[in-house]
């Protein structure tokens, strides 16, 4: 009878676990580089919920030599104990598929979204896994093979004086596009978690190259905030202060710089919410409430109609903000569940950041004035560019675009704005081969002159008084900043095209600067591209081959058996219009560089690093953000 009832549950065991690996995408989102990550912090997110509980301040990931991962906590270790079917604890975690959305001690759920469906569905897209169990004097473990067969029970294999878990898995390379985990991804996720969970260390170790890294911050909040300014003039310290309201309680770390970026990240329950929500807007409405009424008292600002605008008294602020809401509250939405809904979050982080900053300027009048002073400056910027575009909007603008345009920009004669691609071409040489190469139905070539404004440095109203920026802005004639939007887009496709050395790199990096400060949705939208000329051709004389890079070369050296001459291109302006367009510009030979951008703030930390004073990691950049997957899979 006993049999009979274990059979049943094994078999239902069984069925749970194929159903994960038939539809792997319902558990973890996708089988991709995303996916495959996404099993790490399942598992990561368990050894961080031990130690917010208060058992064991360090975890370690290890990349293994033969493509496993094992992680490790110094928490009570995984109770090993039966259940009354006779199953082990461990066996009876790491097998069953829990309904996802799990409830922790403390009362919060630990995470929205895809997050909490369990270290079943681990085991599950893996081929092997194994959990070792300290605790209680006995180190014990517990073994599972191809999708979460128990290979090994529990059982005992030494004694320790220490408590703790250790998982190591091998993802399932039947499931996964790919089994190579990153060590920057994996590195860059701790160091956020590190930051919010003060007082815990957290150790990234690749043991294929030797690469580690270890992150520990005491008041990490604080620390994220001068993380966040590392490199820039700040005006202040970090202000940090917290409080609870129905339950929710709130902590937020804000510092002030030069520049002029918004830097707002913001986190529920130590997930991110990317997409924002309630608590960002609530946090948004109370600076700008206490800057409002601070400068009113203080007869900064005078006269019925003069206030600051958000955006205004944001200029140059990063902060973080943290919530930890109870699960009964929390409310998420969007596709990717990274907005938070919860209503009362806003009205709670408004009070506690009006207070606290009301408070705070009160308090500190040498700093309050700089801010009020920064903020009034934006102020007039602000309505001195509304007034420009009020006057564009009323005919004069429309002369003075068509002018600007004139002379620089080669139109292409389509319709469909859709269909239409917008080159922007590093010099007028090259610019002159794409405008007698290009196909003039759906080719537009705009030639950039000398170097182009970097975007991290200048002030907005550089920005938008640069002639070659406005120019750019003209053409794609989609608006700027809060005003653009890309299905207003004159070209479908817009292709940055520049030599392929050190200055091409550097004009792509200040162009890709501007676009993701400035027109963020057509990079969201798939719209940006990097074109992809050929480094060598091959002459035969009576016909040339092209080729991508040193690599290629040398590998079709060792097979071509004709005589031929190997040129160099070393800029665009060296080929003539024909080849231009043959290599780079003809879309049934080209290849094309998609420009995406996987993660907004990571993406903006590496913006601000690169473009700021340091020069070094500008390559580095293009490799991480830009996505190098070729379009439609053209290769040459
Ligand atoms: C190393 C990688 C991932 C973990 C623990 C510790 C306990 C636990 C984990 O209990 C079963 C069900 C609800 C209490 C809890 C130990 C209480 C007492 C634990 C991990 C028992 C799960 N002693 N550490 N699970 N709960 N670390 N690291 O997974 O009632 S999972």
Redesign the pocket.
Known sequence: MATTKYDETSIKILEGLEAVRKRPGMYIGSTDKRGLHHLIWE??D??ID?SINGYGDYIKITLNKDGSVT???H?????TGKHENGMS?PEV?YTILHAGGKFEESGYKVSGGLHGVG?SVVNALSTKMEVTIYRDGVISNIKFENGGHVAQKLKKIGSTNRTG???TFSPDPEIFKSTNFSFTTITERMQESAFLLSGITIEVEDQEDGKSAKFFYENGLINFVEYINEGKKVLHKVINFNGIKQGIEVDIALQYQEGYNENILSFVNNVKTSDGGSHETGFKSGITKAFNDYAKENGVLKGKDTSFEGTDVREGLSAVINLKIPEALLQFEGQTKGKLGTPEARTVTEQITYENMKFFLEENREIALTIVEKASRSKVAREAARKAREAARNGKGKEKKDKILSGKLAKATGKDPSKMELFLVEGDSAGGSAKTGRNRETQAILPLRGKVLNCEKASSNDIHSNEELNTLTYAIGAGIGNDFDPSDSNYGKVIIMTDADDDGAHIQILLLTFFYRFMRPLIEAGMLYIANPPLYALDFGKYKEYVATDEELEERKKTVKQAYKVQRFKGLGEMDSDELYDTTMNPETRSLIKVSITDAALAEKRVSVLMGDKVEPRKEWIEENVDFTLEDNFRR
Do not use: K, L
């Open positions: 598992i990561v368990n050894a031990e992680i490790e906590d928490g009570r270790g995984v109770p604890t975690i270290a878990t250790t998982v």
